[in-house]
Nanobody, 116 residues
Framework: QVQLVESGGGAVQPGGSLRLSCAAS???????MAWYRQAPGQQREWVATITRTGSTTYIEAVKGRFTISRDNAKNTVYLEMNNLKPEDTAVYYCKGAPGNPDIGSWGQGTQVTVSS
């Protein structure tokens, strides 16, 4: 169904910020969306969810630092990441939220590297 393309990753120093974007090939208005990440040597994990109505939830490790948002008119989901830490280093992916119907395959993600 929906193809998702992540962008906005890069290399930053601890304490830096990045804003990731997830562009969808069609409307995502009816979907709860989420960001996931996979750190080196680790399993992919859920990071944040934004519902159709705009409610948000986050993994404890990023609360207060990350903000997920959406612009349905642009078919885009965002993840603003502030005060980045080395442990945030991972490939970040966008997809439907956990427990919701699968809207498609995983994309290639966008690399975030936090190091000094």
């Amino acid at each position: 169904q929906v193809q998702l393309v992540e962008s906005g990753g890069g290399a930053v120093q601890p304490g830096g910020s990045l804003r990731l974007s997830c562009a969808a090939s069609r409307s995502i208005e009816t979907f709860n969306m989420a960001w996931y990440r996979q750190a080196p040597g680790q399993q992919r994990e859920w990071v944040a969810t934004i519902t159709r109505t705009g409610s948000t939830t986050y993994i404890e490790a990023v609360k207060g630092r990350f903000t997920i948002s959406r612009d349905n008119a642009k078919n885009t989901v965002y993840l603003e990441m502030n005060n980045l830490k080395p442990e945030d280093t991972a490939v970040y992916y966008c997809k439907g939220a956990p427990g919701n119907p699968d809207i498609g395959s995983w994309g290639q993600g966008t690399q975030v590297t936090v190091s000094s």
